[in-house]
T-cell receptor, first 112, second 111 residues
């Protein structure tokens, strides 16, 4: 997991509620990423950020929002507009000088 | 659409055997490739990176890259039950250091 922390590990919410997932890194990496993983599937990119105060949509950004106010932090909000929010959410960080990405431990979100 | 394809498996090998995991990619300009190991319920862990044609060895792991065939593989020698996991292949896509992941191959090493 390196220096990437995600909290909480498990999160349960009722349908219709917004929820924010935390991601913090002390690796001094410029780029941060949010992925979603569904059972038996690979990772799909939700949002990414290369520098503070800037971020871009990934392949499945609808129903999600992010902010990047500090280099160390990249929180993800799962809004009530996300139709199927139950999934394993992974945060990653990487150096813009290379392609490597390192992952946090993940947050498993269940919405009922 | 840049794609990374893997055999979904599952793949079972006996302990001590060589496990071979394969990945193909569609983007001819990709210059680097990564193998991640993901234990059940855990996050992916980077185990190998390869940037040039040929083989790269790290302990019991060997990554093989063939850019002409757009093919990358991971060999695990002397497989151990602790190697049982899902292995994800990834390649960069786009200009922002994005990675595209394959769907993963589930490996089981039988004692």
């Amino acid at each position: 997991d390196g220096g990437i922390t995600q909290s909480p590990k498990y999160l349960f919410r009722k349908e219709g509620q917004n929820v924010t997932l935390s991601c913090e890194q002390n690796l001094n990496h410029d780029a941060m990423y949010w992925y979603r993983q569904d059972p038996g599937q690979g990772l799909r990119l939700i949002y990414y950020s290369q520098i503070v105060n800037d971020f871009q949509k990934g392949d499945i950004a609808e129903g999600y929002s992010v902010s990047r106010e500090k280099k160390e932090s990249f929180p993800l909000t799962v809004t009530s507009a996300q139709k199927n929010p139950t999934a394993f959410y992974l945060c990653a960080a990487g150096d813009l000088g290379g392609d490597l990405q390192y992952f946090g431990p993940g947050t498993r979100l269940t919405v009922t | 659409q840049k794609e990374v394809e893997q055999n979904s498996g599952p793949l079972s090998v006996p302990e001590g055997a060589i496990a071979s995991l394969n990945c193909t990619y569609s983007d001819r300009v990709s210059q680097s490739f990564f193998w991640y190991r993901q234990y059940s319920g855990k996050s992916p862990e980077l185990i190998m990176s390869i940037y040039s044609n040929g083989d790269k060895e790290d302990g019991r792991f060997t990554a093989q890259l063939n850019k002409a065939s757009q093919y990358v593989s991971l060999l695990i020698r002397d497989s151990q039950p602790s190697d049982s996991a899902t292995y994800l292949c990834a390649a960069p896509s786009g200009s922002a250091r994005q990675l595209t992941f394959g769907s993963g191959t589930q490996l089981t090493v039988l004692p």
